[in-house]
T-cell receptor, first 115, second 114 residues
Framework: NAGVTQTPKFQVLKTGQSMTLQCAQDMNHEYMSWYRQDPGMGLRLIHYSVGAGITDQGEVPNGYNVSRSTTEDFPLRLLSAAPSQTSVYFC??????????????FGPGTRLTVT | KNQVEQSPQSLIILEGKNCTLQCNYTVSPFSNLRWYKQDTGRGPVSLTIMTFSENTKSNGRYTATLDADTKQSSLHITASQLSDSASYICVVSAVSNSGYALNFGKGTSLLVTP
């Protein structure tokens, strides 16, 4: 298993540009999520999905869109990049929608810089 | 408001020494507590997961403790190695409408020097 994969690893955008961060998992996990990690702060939840076709907002959803057309893929779209979106983005997945002590797996991250 | 506080913010120790990282939380209703290790430029990797009824859990040289009454946890690293240099993140899970909500601490940055 490749686990959780993310592309690209690094990206530089100009203010106002749009882009999609890709995330895929091959563990057949129902639950997938996107986090951002900023210096001096804990990881913050952007959006999450409890299964194909179902998405919901997390703590900091503004400026980001998601969709979940398949179990495997959960892309994150930046509609109009702003310098405040400069961050490291992590995708994560876990095997169960509710209940139990589950293991959550993180991808390697995408480092995004918006100038 | 659910909060997870970690201390110290950073720590430098000599190779071979032991150290203990602290995590205090105010998360309700509590489900479980986990410690992650995050190497520079990598995603977090789980070290231990503890539920309410577990007091101690080990993973090699890493031993986590949980006191659910005082809402405190610690991560003890024995005989540190250079490869232990990383950020250690305490995450407390609360039951929520979506199943489980994860509350992340800011992490303790550990540097092990030769």
């Amino acid at each position: 298993n490749a686990g959780v994969t993310q592309t690209p690893k690094f990206q530089v955008l100009k203010t106002g540009q749009s882009m999609t961060l890709q995330c895929a998992q091959d563990m057949n996990h129902e639950y997938m999520s996107w986090y951002r990690q900023d210096p001096g702060m804990g990881l913050r939840l952007i959006h999450y999905s409890v299964g194909a076709g179902i998405t919901d907002q997390g703590e900091v959803p503004n400026g980001y869109n998601v969709s979940r057309s398949t179990t495997e893929d959960f892309p994150l779209r930046l509609l109009s990049a702003a310098p405040s979106q400069t961050s490291v983005y992590f995708c994560a997945s876990r095997p169960t929608r509710t209940g139990g002590v589950y293991e959550q797996y993180f991808g390697p991250g995408t480092r995004l810089t918006v100038t | 408001k659910n909060q997870v506080e970690q201390s110290p913010q950073s720590l430098i120790i000599l190779e071979g020494k032991n150290c203990t990282l602290q995590c205090n939380y105010t998360v309700s209703p509590f489900s479980n507590l986990r410690w992650y290790k995050q190497d520079t430029g990598r995603g977090p990797v789980s070290l231990t997961i503890m539920t309410f009824s577990e007091n101690t859990k080990s993973n090699g040289r890493y031993t986590a403790t949980l006191d659910a009454d005082t809402k405190q946890s610690s991560l003890h690293i024995t005989a540190s190695q250079l490869s232990d240099s990383a950020s250690y993140i305490c995450v407390v899970s609360a039951v929520s409408n979506s199943g489980y909500a994860l509350n992340f601490g800011k992490g303790t940055s550990l540097l092990v020097t030769p």
